[in-house]
């Protein structure tokens, strides 16, 4: 009897690679606090969006023009289909800071696309090619696995869909992973060039997926999934979009994941939520750990190689994937 439940107890253990690749949710014990949502709220798995943050990592770091970078955008696209998306996959080539041109592509799922009524949820995809922030200058040229750092918020978004594939609320939820946020300019590079960072964004800004594209809000989920996690509200969040930032910080607080949700403002961050606030004109929110006591502004594992699954809890994940959950179907 002692052997056979160790025997279930390691293939439950082991699901999180092997079934990540079927479409089930897995279903693994963890002492993640199940708080309990509104009864028209689904239950967020973190377990699951764990699972998919994983998957993701284990392509190997998604840096534009390379093989593990298109298996995983295949990938991406695929799971949304799979979970009842209406998917849009927008390719271009866009210019790196280097001039080096790089095939890129905005991976887009749609729920109801007919709704006028919209709310637009967002991540960046591709990892960073440079581990420029690395105590160890040997590694500054090694690309990150990005575990938190482009993973973490695709993989909340994920379990989302998965849920919206199951039952979907009656607005429309639009889904967007943005390719090439993290090509910027690289600390050991001197020459100033603007607006390195985030050229899926700026070029979906520039040509949306659907002519004179609008959503009500949006939110983008940059590093949500590191232990320990603090978001802060973010300047220009405040500035465009204060609603709803009060919106998702008082509905994370009802949940009890306050801990997580910082009442207090926070400094400006260049990320994909100012070109869809400047170039769309939608107000937009970016949910991003920051530390406001380092000197860089983020968490110690920021560019660097640690940025891997080690730093992964899924009780960050939960507080971030519920939140989101509880605002989008109760609005
Ligand atoms: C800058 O480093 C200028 N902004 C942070 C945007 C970012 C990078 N988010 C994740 N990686
Ligand atoms: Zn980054």
Request: aromatic content about 12%.
């Amino acid at each position: 009897m002692v052997r056979l439940f160790y025997l279930l107890a390691a293939t439950t253990l082991l699901s999180c690679s092997n079934r990540s690749a079927s479409n089930t949710a897995v279903s693994t014990t963890t002492e993640v606090k199940q708080s309990i949502p509104t009864t028209t709220t689904p239950v967020f798995n973190a377990d699951s969006a764990y699972c998919f943050v994983e998957k993701q990592v284990q392509f190997g770091p998604r840096v534009p023009n390379t093989e593990a970078h298109r298996k995983c955008g295949d990938y991406l696209a695929e799971k949304l289909e799979h979970f009842g998306a209406k998917v849009h996959q927008q390719t271009m080539t866009v210019k790196a800071y280097d001039d080096t041109p790089l095939s890129a592509r905005n991976i887009i799922g749609s729920y109801h696309p007919e709704a006028p009524k919209r709310i637009l949820l967002f991540a960046h995809w591709d990892s960073r090619p440079y581990a420029d922030h690395d105590a160890n200058p040997t590694k500054h040229k090694t690309p990150i696995d990005g575990a938190d750092d482009g993973a973490s918020g695709v993989g909340v978004l994920l379990e989302i869909a998965r849920h919206l594939g199951e039952k979907a609320p009656e607005i429309g939820i639009d889904i967007i992973f943005f390719d090439a946020e993290d090509y910027g300019t690289p600390e050991f590079v001197q020459e100033y060039k603007p607006d390195t960072w985030c050229l899926g964004s700026q070029f979906w800004a520039k040509n949306p997926h659907v002519p004179n594209y609008n959503a009500d809000f949006g939110i983008l989920l940059d590093m949500v999934g590191s232990k320990g996690a603090t978001f802060y509200k973010e300047y220009t969040s405040m500035r465009y979009a204060a609603r709803y930032v009060d919106k998702v910080w008082d509905t994370a607080r009802n949940l009890e994941y306050g801990k997580f949700f910082i009442n207090a403002d926070g400094g400006a961050i260049t990320d994909d939520h100012q070109y869809v606030i400047a170039g769309r004109n939608i107000p937009c929110l970016d949910i991003i750990n920051t530390n406001p006591e380092a000197e860089h502004g983020f968490g110690s594992y920021w560019h660097t190689v640690n940025d891997n699954m080690q730093i992964i809890d899924r009780e960050t994940l939960k507080a971030v994937g519920q939140t989101i959950m509880e605002v989008i179907y109760n609005y």
